[in-house]
T-cell receptor, first 110, second 115 residues
Framework: QKEVEQNSGPLSVPEGAIASLNCTYS??????FFWYRQYSGKSPELIMSIYSNGDKEDGRFTAQLNKASQYVSLLIRDSQPSDSATYLCAVRQNDYKLSFGAGTTVTVRA | DAGVTQSPTHLIKTRGQQVTLRCSPK?????VSWYQQALGQGPQFIFQYYEEEERQRGNFPDRFSGHQFPNYSSELNVNALLLGDSALYLC??????????????FGPGTRLLVL
């Protein structure tokens, strides 16, 4: 079983719609959860972090964490063409490294 | 506020050669982690350095080694290069003491091609 799994995608949404990205993780002791955005040919850029159950909103982005279900999600509201990228879910267990999913590629069509 | 910097940006080597990649952490950060990202995959953890010591290591062979200097900058060395070492090598820096909230910020990466 992979440590972190994401929707394989690609996910295509119309401009202005909500993009919903999902991530599950295997280690129940995981403490920290991050979403990174990676444009093609670039490095990952942190967009959200979440540490406790519930929702966390930052602008058009909302992260949701459910530790009982070992599930973390990212919603992108009012999707824009500039949101077209690969979104990486990263999880830190009880150590120092980040474990990443393979990423979900989002395309926002005008 | 200086972000994470890496050099070189691109590198082409042949099988069997050795390579050194460099990273300077974000201003105020003291911890450096290295990741390997193959095409179409998520980054894979290589190791992390703090106080000039390797703090944790991922599932990479001994051909991968590193170093951290007193100014917190770091090097990643790969010996006896294989074709499969072709990837984007990412450096991430963070500040110790954040506990669960310790957040890693990535540099632009070094793209290595092994022929």
């Amino acid at each position: 079983q992979k440590e972190v799994e994401q929707n394989s995608g690609p996910l295509s949404v119309p401009e202005g719609a909500i993009a919903s990205l999902n991530c599950t993780y295997s280690d129940r002791g995981s403490q920290s959860f991050f979403w990174y955005r990676q444009y093609s040919g670039k490095s990952p850029e942190l967009i959200m972090s979440i540490y406790s159950n519930g929702d966390k909103e930052d602008g058009r982005f909302t992260a949701q964490l459910n530790k009982a279900s070992q599930y973390v999600s990212l919603l992108i509201r009012d999707s824009q063409p500039s949101d077209s990228a690969t979104y990486l879910c990263a999880v830190r267990q009880n150590d120092y490294k980040l474990s990443f999913g393979a990423g979900t590629t989002v395309t926002v069509r005008a | 506020d200086a972000g994470v910097t890496q050099s070189p940006t691109h590198l082409i080597k042949t099988r069997g050669q050795q390579v050194t990649l460099r990273c300077s952490p974000k201003s105020g950060h003291d911890t450096v982690s290295w990741y390997q990202q193959a095409l179409g995959q998520g980054p894979q953890f290589i190791f992390q350095y703090y106080e000039e010591e390797e703090r944790q290591r991922g599932n990479f062979p001994d051909r991968f080694s590193g170093h951290q200097f007193p100014n917190y900058s770091s090097e990643l060395n790969v010996n006896a290069l294989l074709l499969g070492d072709s990837a984007l090598y990412l450096c991430a820096s963070s500040l110790i003491g954040g506990g669960a909230k310790e957040t890693q910020y990535f540099g632009p990466g070094t793209r290595l091609l092994v022929l």
